[in-house]
């Protein structure tokens, strides 16, 4: 079945590694904006530039041109089977742009899947990954930042489309098991 999935949860939540297994195991685009954006640092773009400071900060990237770049990626032939987007939207703006943009092209958003995951777990995580962008104060600050302006993006989905909780602490096997219960489940209801 078709689906276009929100992979959604605080950074450090898992959401990338679960997207890229359910996208790999569902046959669908995984559409990583963190990877999109951590492409353009290492080039040394421009943009990479630009995206490297804000990163640094713990901030987030304008709606501008996080829309931009998802809106391309979506209008990409590959995506019209389905896909699975993670990183992206992180602001109330980009998911009503990311809501008209589906709209206007006859297709929409299925499922929102929200990983669940305390801070205090979150904190120790993103210091494990050892990143240079990864300290405690900045991590504390980006979750800070999640709660303020991405957390809304919930609220704004909410009744349009429908979210799924899935705990997001446990071995990998057993979360993306859980996901895919979710999924199947909703596969079934829609038949």
């Given at each position: 079945m078709r689906r276009n999935i929100l992979m959604?949860?605080?950074?450090?939540?898992g959401k990338g590694t679960q997207a890229a297994r359910i996208a790999q195991r569902r046959g669908l685009v995984h559409i990583s904006t963190g990877d999109i954006?951590?492409?353009?640092?290492a080039a040394g773009t421009?943009?990479?530039?630009?995206?490297?400071?804000?990163?640094?900060?713990?901030?987030l990237v304008t709606d501008e041109l996080m829309f931009?770049?998802?809106?391309?990626?979506?209008?990409?032939?590959?995506?019209?089977?389905?896909?699975?987007?993670?990183g992206f939207p992180?602001?109330?703006?980009?998911?009503?742009?990311?809501?008209?943009?589906?709209s206007m092209a006859g297709r929409q958003l299925d499922v929102v899947l929200l990983l669940d995951v305390d801070d205090d777990e979150l904190v120790r995580r993103a210091v494990a990954?050892?990143?240079?962008?990864?300290?405690?104060?900045?991590?504390r600050?980006?979750?800070?930042?999640?709660?303020?302006?991405?957390?809304?993006?919930?609220?704004a989905l909410a009744g349009r489309v429908g979210i799924e909780k899935i705990g997001g602490v446990g071995d990998l096997d057993s979360i993306t098991g859980s996901i895919?219960?979710?999924l199947d489940a909703a596969d079934t209801s829609q038949e």
């Open positions: 959604f949860g605080p950074p450090g939540s954006l951590r492409d353009a640092v421009k943009m990479g530039l630009q995206v490297k400071a804000i990163i640094e900060r713990g901030d931009g770049l998802v809106k391309e990626r979506l209008r990409q032939a590959d995506t019209l089977e389905g896909f699975l987007l993670d992180r602001t109330v703006n980009q998911a009503e742009g990311l809501l008209a943009l589906l990954r050892g990143r240079a962008d990864d300290d405690e104060g900045t991590i600050h980006r979750l800070n930042v999640y709660r303020e302006q991405t957390e809304p993006v919930l609220e895919e219960l979710v």
